[in-house]
């Protein structure tokens, strides 16, 4: 059973040392209890103490890998139930569905559309993540030939459906190295995947008709040694997929209920059949709770929106989003390019970017690490100050790509200009427009 706030304080340092980023040992219990902190945040906690903290440190939610490399996706590890309270750490992973019983062309088209749908947003790659390969033939020979043609395709992980334990043998012949989810044991057929699962090491699925029965599922193979488990409830009419991730959601959070404690699994492939419904259902998913989200094909006009509401809903809130610090090429610039510094607020970052490359002048943007803040308020808060950039501009290399000597600064922070000056000696700098609108107008009339 978990601990209490004051038991997991009992077995604290007491020493209020703050390193936790708390102040006190007792404010750490508290979170710990609360599953808002991992106690690995304490240097000081002993090795007694941990193996009994063990349990009261463990996430609610067991985060659980699929795949292997770059593109392995994590999943679960959620700590709250609404964004405000924290944040959410784990983006749910898109799947697409491929059948041993589509065509040729039709499975070429989801691999070829899972490879090509990627997107830049932010600094940031949005992409599908796993690749469904699901066996409706009964044929072992298929199901192999398909998974291993999934598993050439891509790199990322692949989630092998069958409920057919020969089969899925077959499946896991061809990808077991990729560490695919095995979805799913039943009831019926608990003993036999839970084998593979062990044999394998993969994770696996549990599917069950209702909540009750998926936490007698997960309660048996738990105690047959398995925890990376994702949980399928077997809901697929819409109010009921809500209702059933919200329940055990709240039932792994507030509750402490170990049985649903696990990542899960929904298939709007299965609940409706057109694409533009099914991506409704699906950000429903993204949205409440689901850790992977099976889609019966992917569509640009459908998918992009689903990865903008994944990234909103899985964005940091306490951390504003930030562009890595450097030099960063606008066009093709040459040494007679403009030098433009701004802040590393990704939404700046990109604006302004865009707006240079729309001026169609060719430059170098230098990005000064502002912790993400924008240019105004990290101007306030000490974060874009003149000796500061000066410093950053001498060390980051851009003196030897340009053979002038004059430096943009963004317009609302013209304050700094003196500084920057002292900083830089003999270089000029001059006070660019306030608004990202005013840049191209004003970089045409730049001249070195
Ligand atoms: Fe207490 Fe450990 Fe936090 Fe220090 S780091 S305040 S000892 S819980």
């Not at 950039?389 to 013209?414: D, Q, R, S, T, W």
């Amino acid at each position: 059973m978990a601990l209490t706030g004051i038991q997991i304080y009992k077995l604290l340092p007491k020493t209020n040392c703050g390193e936790c980023g708390v102040p006190t040992c007792l404010a750490f219990a508290m979170s710990l209890a609360a599953g808002k902190a991992e106690l690995a945040a304490c240097p000081h906690v002993s090795e007694e103490a941990k193996a009994e903290l063990a349990d009261a440190s463990a996430p609610p939610i067991r985060p659980v890998e699929i795949g292997t490399g770059e593109r392995k996706l994590k999943i679960g590890g959620e700590t709250v139930l609404f964004r405000h309270e924290k944040t959410f750490v784990n983006p749910p992973g898109i799947a697409v569905l491929v059948t041993d019983e589509m065509s040729d062309d039709e499975v070429g088209g989801r691999l070829e559309r899972f490879k090509t749908l990627e997107y830049e947003r932010v600094g940031l790659t949005l992409r599908a993540d796993l690749v469904a390969v699901k066996s409706v033939s009964g044929d072992a020979g298929k199901f192999e030939a398909l998974t291993t043609r999934a598993k050439n395709a891509t790199d990322a992980g692949i989630i092998l459906m069958t409920e057919d334990s020969s089969i899925m043998e077959a499946g896991l012949k061809a990808c077991a190295d990729r560490k695919p989810l095995i979805y799913a044991a039943t009831k019926e057929n608990a003993d036999a995947m839970s084998a593979l699962s062990k044999e394998h090491e993969c994770p696996l699925a549990v599917k069950g008709n209702g909540l009750d029965e998926v936490s007698e599922l997960t309660t048996k193979l738990t105690e047959d040694g398995l925890n990376d488990l994702v949980i399928d409830s077997g809901a697929r009419r819409i109010r009921e997929v809500l209702e059933h991730q919200i329940f055990i959601r709240r039932g792994a959070l507030l509750k402490k209920y170990k049985p649903l404690g696990f990542p899960t699994i929904t298939l709007p492939c299965e609940m409706a059949d057109d694409l533009m419904k099914e991506s409704l259902i699906a950000s429903m998913c993204v949205a409440k709770y689901g850790g992977i989200v099976v889609l019966s094909d992917l569509q640009g006009h459908c998918l992009f929106p689903l990865f903008l509401a994944r990234m909103d809903i899985f964005t940091d809130p306490q951390r504003p989003m930030a562009t890595s610090p450097g030099i960063y090429e606008v066009g093709a610039p040459s040494e007679d390019s403009p030098v433009l510094v701004t802040c590393n607020f990704s939404l700046t970052y990109f604006i302004v970017s865009g707006e240079v490359e729309t001026s169609r002048v060719p430059a170098w943007l230098v990005v000064i690490d502002t912790e993400g803040l924008s240019v105004l308020t990290a101007w306030a808060a000490g974060k874009f100050a003149g000796d500061q950039i000066g410093i950053f501009l001498k060390k980051c290399g851009i003196m030897e790509k340009v053979n002038h000597k004059k430096v943009i600064v963004p317009g609302y922070a013209a304050a700094i200009s003196g500084d920057l000056e002292d900083e830089l000696g003999d270089w000029e700098v001059m006070v660019g427009p306030r608004e990202s609108a005013h840049i191209p107008p004003y970089l045409k009339e730049w001249k070195a």
